[in-house]
């Protein structure tokens, strides 16, 4: 095993607890905003990590992942499932067509659904291999040129194409807020779109504004250096 490794790999005592510490703090912002205990779930963002690391985070009852790139996925999470029937794998990051029939195999939700041409593709691939994974919209709701999703004019009639021409399972919206501006005011409007075209699931929230999110509705919240650390360097490199 590489030393890089070892060295980056947290203890399963420290992430045990690291894990507890953030479903404590999920479970004060659930009762702070008045909504039923249990209504938002972690998605622990394990991108970068081995997978000692996260059979570890397995074993203190972390159920939901989430991974950034498909190929890393591919070489990590095929025997994880195998021995861990009720983990769900979400794909929060970037997809590229040519990914596409891959992440419909590998992955139960996928939150970044940003472009037409994605979307025709992932209707295609679920059709021939007769899996439909749950989908995101990704909004790009601080409409940064550098940062994928779609714009919040455009999303309506984005929803309804997918639902009605191609038929995906879309279940819910995705945002990542500009790192500048206050978090608060993109959660209001991711809400308010998914509240107009009557979509239960949000994903929003990350470690620094979680709490924030889970105030304006959040379903899902995504979780990583607080759970598992710095990160790896030996993910990165074995797949690239």
Known sequence: MSSSLEDAKISSENLANNLAGVKASIG???????????????????????????????QAGQKIFGENRVQEAEAKWPDLKERN????LHLIGPLQRNKAALAVSLFDVIETIDRLKLATA?????????????????????????KAGILPRETDAFIAK?????????????CIPPVDEEPSLHFALLREIAERNELPELSMGMSADFETAIQFGATYVRVGTAIFGPRSDYWQSKVA
């Open 85 to 88: 029937s009720d983990i769900r």
């Open 122 to 146: 992932l209707t295609r691939h679920m059709e021939e291999i007769g899996r439909r994974p749950n989908c995101f919209i990704q909004v790009n709701t601080g409409e940064e040129s550098q």
């Open 162 to 174: 997918c639902r009605t021409d191609l038929n995906l399972p879309i279940v819910g919206l995705m």
């Open 28 to 58: 004060a912002a659930e009762k702070e905003a008045l909504r039923k205990k249990g209504a938002v779930n972690l998605v622990a963002v394990s991108k970068t990590h081995g997978p000692e690391t996260i059979e570890d985070a397995i």
